[in-house]
């Protein structure tokens, strides 16, 4: 196993060892109204979050749990590291580089920011927060952020799966349970549609890309060639197709105990679009368009998702 990714395995199963002791009650805070892994996040970390210096160099991915964030993660890191002259994915990459720290901003221990301002520059930097928790200097700085949304209700599947598989979120008895949960703002990182309508007020800003996890699945190839247009980096037919071939599902899924251990069973899952169909009920679909309906519909973002297509049965 390369040395980079042993170190991330080592401190998940840390993690979720720590996780396995702890009681169901206790895996989840609350901070500001709002629900977190408490395995991975602290009150202390998001107080020393506030002073983290952002800079206009740094590369943002911002995305729901589940969205596809960890699929997004590697394009950006491959397309970070073909400026940069490395070959993506590997041990002089930006991801071996920044791998010494958990994957998502708000992550870890609070001394992290202080490390963080001594990695060089491009830094990625990924995270599940709402835009409002975010420091300030992200958007006083204009970094580029690339917003990753995702159809709702496979959202909700895959977490519910997310949440039955990984010892650091509470377990559920049954989907209804989750369900219930979910739509009613007790599951980690908050509601979904409160998410959805708090980057909606950024979302026209020109330093924000938003891109959805169908669009990436339906076409990854000009999905890429966008985002690196986003980031301002050249591409070449060969290095999109490095890109390309390295982010699909089969290969990061086959690749994955190398870089995620035993974790990667779990994230990669299905990959796919449309699984909810295998488990809302008429009266959930019934209460997810009502929830859509009220906080996201005609809105850009709500357009953007494509609803209709991808959420009614
Ligand atoms: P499913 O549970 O529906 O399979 P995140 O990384 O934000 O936790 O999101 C996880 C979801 O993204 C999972 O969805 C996972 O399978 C999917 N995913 C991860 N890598 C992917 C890829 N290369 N292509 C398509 N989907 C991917």
């Avoid at 929830?291 to 991808?310: C, M, N, P, Q, V």
Wanted: aromatic letters at 12%; hydrophobic letters at 35%.
């Amino acid at each position: 196993m390369e040395k980079s990714g042993k170190t991330f395995v080592n401190k998940v199963e840390k993690i979720l060892a720590a996780a396995h002791s702890m009681h169901r009650d206790e895996l989840l805070f609350s901070y500001k109204g709002i629900f977190y892994p408490t395995t991975v996040c602290s009150p202390e970390v998001f107080q020393a979050l506030e002073s983290f210096e952002a800079r206009s160099d740094d590369v943002i991915l911002a995305g729901y749990p589940k969205t596809g964030t960890n699929w997004l993660s590697q394009i950006l890191t491959d397309l970070i590291d073909i400026s940069q002259k490395k070959t993506p994915g590997s041990e002089s990459g930006v991801k071996a580089e920044q791998v010494k720290e958990l994957p998502f901003l708000e992550f870890g221990d609070a001394e992290k920011y202080v490390r963080m301002s001594k990695y060089p520059s491009p830094r990625f930097i990924a995270t599940h927060l709402r835009p409002e928790n975010l420091p300030k200097s992200v958007f006083k700085n204009k970094v580029k952020i690339l917003l990753l949304i995702r159809n709702p209700k496979d959202v909700a599947t895959s977490y519910y799966h997310f949440s039955n598989g990984l010892a650091s979120l509470p377990s559920y008895e049954t989907w209804d349970d989750f369900f219930t949960d979910f739509m009613t703002k007790k599951t980690a990182f908050g509601c979904y549609f409160e998410y959805l309508s708090e980057w909606n007020k950024y979302a026209d800003q020109e330093n924000i890309m938003t891109i959805t996890y169908e669009e990436v699945k339906e076409n990854p190839a000009l999905a890429v060639k966008t985002i690196a247009a986003f980031l301002g980096i050249p591409l070449n037919e060969e290095q999109l197709q490095l890109v390309v071939e390295r982010c699909s599902f089969q290969s990061m899924k086959k690749n994955s105990e190398k870089t995620h251990g035993k974790f990667g069973n779990v994230l990669f899952r299905k990959g796919g679009v449309s699984d909810w169909k295998n488990l809302f009920t008429e009266d959930q679909n019934e209460k997810m368009d009502k929830a859509f309906e009220e906080h996201i519909a005609g809105t850009k973002l709500g357009k953007k998702l494509k609803y209709d297509l991808y959420c009614k049965a």
